[in-house]
Every structure is written in structure tokens, then in C-alpha cells.
């Protein structure tokens, strides 16, 4: 088997009609990192959304997790999203339950029924972002560094292929911004692959990996400059 997760080929991005990125040919392996920048409104969040089958694909070739862009039909949609692991700027936890609710409604919600497997999922996906002893807790009793945590293993829950992660850090001060970035190094460690739209910089130089850029409705690979560490 192939070890491309995502592959798009001469890719055309539209947000209705306008066009927003053109000749886009990306390659991502598994297991890689890679970093998705550019300034605002250069496209980076409709890339991500074509991705996971918020924005249709119309012009050029698209797979991704074995799925077809081009063919995904609006009821193949929850299937592909089962294959990802999104995790977006602003968390997306439900205020109303606790970290441990959240967990168990998506599993509900994605075919899972055995009552004592899913207890041992949430715990297994908690521990890996350091948020099982929390996890009778409400959304709104974390910090924004915990509820991304928590929202990184919500994302874990059914083993995704690939992890798009848009902004993660934007909501959070640069310190927590290095807290979650750790949390999604060490996934990335254990086998993860993940592709991160972010801005900020500061990041990219600690934690340097390939970089795609969206500039001028293309996107393109950029050889990052290396500090030396003095
Ligand atoms: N729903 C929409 N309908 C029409 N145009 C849109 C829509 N969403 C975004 N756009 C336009 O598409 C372009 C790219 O936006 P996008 O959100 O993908 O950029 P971005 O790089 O993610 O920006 P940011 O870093 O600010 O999130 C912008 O010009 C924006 O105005």
C-alpha cells in the first residue's frame, strides 16, 4: 500500500466563485508533520476545508485517506471525517457536558457501542494529552491550553489517518501555544501524521518541519531557515 495519505494534483480551490488557490500539487506521506502558513486570507482555512469535505473539489485530482475529493458525495462526508482527526482554533467542546461527555458523544455518534471500549478509549486518548485526571470537568473550567488538549484527544478518538489541525494555537498565549505544540509533537511521534495551518512563526523555528506556503493562490513548499542555537 501507498504510504501518500493526501495527494492533490494541478488542484483548483474554489470559495463559491471565487478562485482562491490554483495549480496546487501537494504530497503528504505518512507520518510526516508539516505546517500549512501564510498571511491572512492567502486560503490556508479553505485548503483545510477541502480537505475534510467542507468545500467541494471541482477542478483537478484529490485523495485523500484513500478517499477521492472529487467523488466525495455529501453523505460520504461523516465517513471521511471518521478517517481525520480535525481540530479547529476555537476547540469546538459542547459547554453543556463534561470533557468525559464530550468524548463519549462523539464516540456514540460515530457507531461505537460497547460501553466498557469506550470507557478505555477516553481514557487512553485523555492520557496521551495529559487530561485524564480531568476529565469529570466542564469545558469552561479549563484553560484554553487544556480545552485544545482535550479537543487533540477528542480528535485521537478513532485512530485517524491524518490529523488537519487549522490555528490550533491562535486562541492561546505563546507559552500554552508550546505546551499543545509538545502535545502534538508527541503524537506525531507515536505515529500520527498531521498537517497544521498556523501563523505563527515563532513555532516554525522551534519545531522546524516541512512548510507549505499558500502565497499568491498557489502553494508551494518552503525550505525553512535554521537558527543555530547559541
Ligand atoms: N464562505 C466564504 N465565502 C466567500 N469567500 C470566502 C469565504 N470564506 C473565505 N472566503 C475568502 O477566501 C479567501 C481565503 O480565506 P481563508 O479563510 O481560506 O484564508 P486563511 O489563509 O485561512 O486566512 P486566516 O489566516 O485569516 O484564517 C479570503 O479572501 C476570504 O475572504
Avoid at 46 to 69: A, C, E, R
Avoid at 75 to 97: S, Y
Avoid at 127 to 136: H, P
Wanted: hydrophobic content about 35%; aromatic content about 6%.
Amino acid at each position: 500500500m501507498s504510504s501518500t495519505i493526501l495527494e492533490l494534483k494541478n488542484a483548483s480551490i474554489y470559495q463559491r466563485e471565487s478562485l482562491i488557490l490554483s495549480e496546487v500539487n501537494v504530497s503528504i506521506n505518512k507520518g510526516e508533520f508539516v505546517y500549512l502558513i501564510g498571511k491572512t486570507g492567502t486560503g490556508k482555512s479553505s485548503f483545510m476545508k477541502t480537505l475534510y469535505g467542507d468545500l467541494p473539489l471541482n477542478h483537478g485530482s484529490g485523495h485523500i485517506v484513500n478517499v477521492d475529493l472529487r467523488k466525495l458525495k455529501e453523505k460520504q462526508i461523516p465517513q471521511l471525517r471518521r478517517k481525520l482527526g480535525v481540530v479547529f482554533q476555537d476547540f469546538k467542546l459542547l459547554n453543556d457536558r463534561t470533557i468525559k461527555d464530550n468524548l463519549w458523544f462523539v464516540l456514540k455518534a460515530t457507531g461505537w457501542k460497547n460501553k466498557q471500549e469506550m470507557e478505555q478509549k477516553i481514557d487512553e486518548v485523555l492520557e496521551k494529552v495529559g487530561m485524564r485526571t480531568k476529565n469529570f470537568k466542564f469545558p469552561y473550567q479549563l484553560s484554553g491550553g487544556e480545552q485544545q488538549r482535550v479537543a487533540i484527544a477528542r480528535a485521537l478518538l478513532n485512530d485517524p489517518e491524518l490529523i488537519l489541525a487549522d490555528e490550533p494555537t491562535g486562541n492561546l498565549d505563546p507559552q500554552t501555544s508550546i505546551e499543545v505544540m509538545e502535545v502534538l509533537q508527541q503524537i506525531n511521534k507515536n505515529g500520527n501524521t498531521i498537517l497544521m495551518a498556523t501563523h505563527d512563526y515563532a513555532l516554525l523555528l522551534k519545531y522546524p518541519s516541512k512548510t507549505l506556503k499558500c502565497d499568491g493562490q498557489k502553494v508551494f513548499e518552503v525550505v525553512q531557515k535554521t537558527q543555530k542555537q547559541v
